[in-house]
């Protein structure tokens, strides 16, 4: 298992499936499974309570694809 984790500002906001939109400093992580399952949870900045995204059942091809997968959503969600 390899966990990935970074900081961003949201200023738009991210939709999570438990409390809707979040926005501010967040902390995004990804967990990849050797077998290329993917899990994604979201946090404001030293918040004890993560929530996840929307979707379901994510999977990279290969797992060293993980690195890039992660930086990719980082970006894409400090855009939103």
Do not use: Q
Not at 18 to 25: L, N, Q, W
Not at 62 to 72: A, K, L, N, T
């Amino acid at each position: 298992m390899e966990k990935k984790s970074s900081i961003f500002t949201a200023s738009h906001g991210v939709m999570t499936k438990e409390v809707g939109v979040i926005s501010g400093e967040l902390e995004l992580v990804t967990t990849c499974e050797e077998n290329g399952a993917l899990s994604l949870a979201i946090t404001y900045v030293g918040a004890a309570e993560w929530y996840t995204l929307p979707g379901e059942d994510y999977r990279l091809h290969d797992s060293r694809d993980h690195e890039v997968i992660h930086r990719m959503l980082v970006k894409v969600l400090e855009r939103s």
